[in-house]
C-alpha cells in the first residue's frame, strides 16, 4: 500500500518537471537591408508571441530605419548601421506594418504576422528584450527541482529498502 503511494508521488513529481521542460522556447527573427540597399529582407515573416524582432544592418550605403505604422516599435533615426530589436509579448498577436522612413515611398515596407501562443506558464508575461539574467532567473528553479526530485527518489528507494529488509 505504501509503495504505490510512494510510486504515485514519484509518478506526480516526475510529471511536475517535464511539464517544466516543454516550456515554450522564443526565438529571435532577423530583418536586414537587401543588396538592393533599398528593401527589407525578409520583407514579410510570421513569428511566434514572445519572439523578437531585430532590425540589423552595418555598412549600408544609405541610412535606414524600422518604423511599425502605430508606433509599435521604432527603431530611431535613419543610420548606416542599426542594431534594433523588438519583443512581441504574450498578448500582442496580429499583423504589423513597418516601412523605412526616407525610403518608404520606394517601397521599402514589410509587415510582420505574430501568431497567438500560450504564454509560458512560470514567468508570466513578463518577457522583456534582452535580458540574459532574467533567462538565468529562470533556469533555477529546473535546476532545484531537479536535484529534490533526485533526493526524493533516493530517499523513497532507501525507504523501500528498509521495508523490505525489515
Ligand atoms: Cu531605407
Do not use: K
Amino acid at each position: 500500500m505504501r509503495r504505490l503511494l510512494c510510486l504515485a508521488i514519484i509518478l506526480c513529481l516526475l510529471q511536475g518537471n517535464l511539464g517544466l521542460e516543454t516550456e515554450q522556447e522564443t526565438e529571435t527573427h532577423v530583418v536586414t537591408v537587401d543588396s538592393t540597399n533599398l528593401r527589407f529582407t525578409p520583407s514579410t515573416l510570421t513569428i511566434n508571441e514572445g519572439d523578437t524582432l531585430r532590425f540589423v544592418w552595418g555598412g549600408q550605403a544609405l541610412p535606414h530605419n524600422s518604423v511599425e505604422e502605430n508606433g509599435v516599435f521604432d527603431s530611431g533615426d535613419p543610420e548606416r548601421a542599426v542594431d534594433y530589436g523588438h519583443v512581441f509579448d504574450y498578448d500582442s498577436a496580429g499583423t504589423y506594418s513597418f516601412f523605412c522612413e526616407p525610403h518608404e515611398a520606394v517601397g521599402m515596407t514589410g509587415s510582420v504576422t505574430v501568431l497567438d501562443v500560450e504564454a509560458p506558464t512560470d514567468n508570466g508575461t513578463d518577457n522583456q528584450i534582452g535580458t540574459s539574467t532574467g533567462e538565468s532567473e529562470s533556469s533555477t528553479p529546473d535546476v532545484r527541482l531537479g536535484l529534490a526530485l533526485g533526493l526524493f527518489v533516493l530517499l523513497a528507494a532507501a525507504m523501500w529498502r528498509a521495508r523490505i529488509y525489515d
